[in-house]
């Protein structure tokens, strides 16, 4: 797009205004196409008009023209024409006055050269100028491009424009200061591109030319200002238009990706709020909040066939030393597909917490996860055995206890097949043991008690801070309710011997009274003393097998001596005469062994802790007993 300063102005101008300039305008005009005409100033025959047009008059012999000139110049004006360059010889002061007449721009060459010379000058510096723009443009666009690739809003493109056209360009909406500024001057011109009314206006401002152009959609708020001191010609505004046009792209890019982003977020809240109600044992209210992620797409569409099932898996997948977790959760996303959930931890920053359904067997989810774990040099996955859903939370513990186990493992996946705990080998008398340890709670009002046991549960098995961010309460509250709920059962939740104490009641609390239990078959057994329970021959049996695995003599020392000190290491270090460090690799070392993930706050250490003191490695007096007499 050509304007007539474009040839008038610089150091090689290609025209120039005549002197004397007298009544001649020396406005810039908008140039479209550029024409010879003939000796009696007509277009060419194919030519009948031209838009915006500059007509170049032929030299002649001795500047000889048509009979009426201001005729033949108001032709032209009719044809289209807004400019005129003469011959030299013609670029007498009459036509000059004739053409203002008729609302021309009078323009002669800048040097003694014919029509067919002017012509190819003009049309050669026409090729610059629309090179010009043309690369302006490109320039637009591929700021643009970079911007959306980026995921960046339109603030480099708008500094990058105000320089390619030596004005301001901003962008305004309302309640900004420039918005302000300018509904001050020019309200109604802002008001009609705001409201969608008009997509452009312009008005003068502050000795400036202000241009507006409409952003987005009809009504959109935002508003492209533009200011300049020297006006803004046809091929500038077409600059902005295009300009405006990117910013509405840039922009509807930019809330295209918050709310995807923000429906991402939401979507992860659903999915840990489920995993939440399951860890609570709360089936009903996680089939509730699953209900609407079956209306999302396919990949969330099977979460409710799978809490449908009687009974379900949990796997714990950790992602390799460095690798974002958002490609290991698309990774078992794919691999599940709807046939599962899956949850970013909440408590560890490595870890995605898999939830399959599982009727029976237990290979099917070993399947599924281990293309996972190929797929990524350092990934490991532990798989717990199916439970029912109310046991959500002990598939949790189960799944991190064979993760441990991966760690070690050539494949990098294991299944925990439930291997018995103290549990399973102690009497029926252990069961009415654990009553009069829990009988306490009731002191405790209901909401008291509907609150603090659940989370008390969770702190114990995984630790206070793994517990709150399980389930979405901080690590304050969670070590509150713990304390209550011990503090209730006459123990103390600061002694790693207290907690396994409360642990240990609480898994006899769940399991149901078998049927004919007590000496005569007819009523509960009588409570037997907690010590004594932990050192019959089945239990003390039970933990030599464990306890088997264990290849050096001096590894079982190490670990009473860590429990001891109450899972302190700078104590335990110091005990035994060690470095912390040697400490440090050689507890994880013991733990994969015995598949316990000594590393972790929780339930492990309370494991290991029965293992020693029914193998004798620990006096049994470290055990508290609240229910002891004496």
Known sequence: MLITTDLTIGSDPVLRHPQPVGKVPTTARHVDEVVACDVDWRLPSDTLRVRSGLAVLPTGTDGAGPVDAAAALRRLVR??????????????????????????????????????ETVRRILRRQLTVERDNANASARVLTLAACALERSEGP??????????????????????????RLAAVVPQALEQVRSGRTRTAAAPFDGQELVLYAVGPEGSDRVLAAFRAEGWPPYLRQL????AGQVALLESSVRHRRDREALRTALRGIRVSVLQYLMLGNWEGAVRIAEPLARLGAAESGVGQVLAAGRGVVAVVACARGEDRAGTAAACEAAVGGRGLVVLCPAEPRHVIVVLAQETGGAAPLAVLRPV???????????????????????????????TAAEHDPERIVRDFGGASLVTFLPAQARAWSRQVCAGLRNLTAEQRAQAEPTAR??????ALRAGRLLGIDRTTANKRLRLVLETMGLDHRQVAHRAVADLAFQLADLPEPTGSGPAGGGPAAPTGLRSLVRQEAVVDWAAR??????????????????????????????????RNTLAARLPALGARLRLPLRDQGAAPYQLLWLLVAAGHLPVTVVPDPVATG
């Open 373 to 403: 774990v190929r797929q990524m040099p350092g990934r490991v996955a532990g798989v717990s055995g199916p439970r029912p859903w109310s046991q959500t939370a002990s598939a949790y513990g189960a799944a991190v206890r064979a993760l």
């Open 240 to 243: 902005l238009a295009h300009t």
């Open 79 to 116: 044809a289209g024409v807004v400019a005129v360059v003469p011959a030299p010889a013609a670029a007498a002061r009459t036509p000059a006055e004739e053409a203002v007449r008729a609302g021309l721009q009078w323009l002669v060459p800048a040097g003694a050269w014919d029509a067919p």
């Open 458 to 463: 969770r702190a114990l098995s995984y630790g």
């Open 155 to 180: 603030a480099r493109l708008l500094r990058e424009v105000a320089v390619l056209t030596g004005g301001s360009v901003m962008l305004v909406e309302p309640g900004g200061a420039e918005w302000e």
């Open 546 to 579: 464990e306890l088997g695995v264990l290849e050096d003599p001096s590894d079982p020392r190490l670990l009473a001596t860590w429990l001891d000190r109450n899972c302190r290491a700078a104590a335990t270090a110091d005990a035994l005469g060690m470095h």
